[in-house]
């Protein structure tokens, strides 16, 4: 899912690397995944996990994945939520060290997830379990589920947006952008009021 492409403006040439959806069939393959998911955490307690650390843990995932959309969105809850200003700024550049010190191996891991599209290392989990216990491991990772999910389909919209053009061609690029271009609008609404440089890129969709 991830693609570098140049692409011609007045300019000259400007570089797209982020990941995003090629195809409807990967859509509908993080959906499909995401329900089966949230079948292994229905029966824990979704207080497990406090609101300003699920905030983290999703803009630890946004900042990896450099969405504008849920960088604006998580902002604006993380805010609401309690978490500072400085600290969501440096959450969404991978820096945790002003995060609360319980939940900082969680973030790690969650920056760690991220790099490697959900597929982390075997002793990274084992630590992340030892740490915090099965149950809560499993919630931290259901909301890293769904904020990768919120950022792969924001990130399509954009990459649509910017005129890539992936190898999966046109038709199937176009087919996957209708699909996920009402969830980016739902994302993106309610965050206008949000003015601070919050992503790598933002400057470009504001």
Known sequence: MTGLFMLQNGMGKINF??????????????IKNNFIYAKKIKNIDKKIITPDFAERIMLAVTGVNDCVYCSYRHTKTALEKGVKLKE??????SEFGDSPEEQQVALLYAQHWTEYAGTPDKN??????????????KYIEFYMHIVYMGNIISNTVEAYKRKVVPDSGRIN????????APIAFFIKSGTKDVKIVTSKSDSHHR
């Open 17 to 30: 690397k982020k990941r995003y959806f090629k195809t409807p069939y990967e859509f509908f393959k993080i």
């Open 88 to 93: 969501i700024q440096d959450l969404l550049k």
């Open 124 to 137: 990274m989990r084992k630590k992340m379990i030892e740490y915090y216990g099965i149950q809560k491991t």
């Open 173 to 180: 690029f176009f087919l996957v952008y209708l699909l996920c």
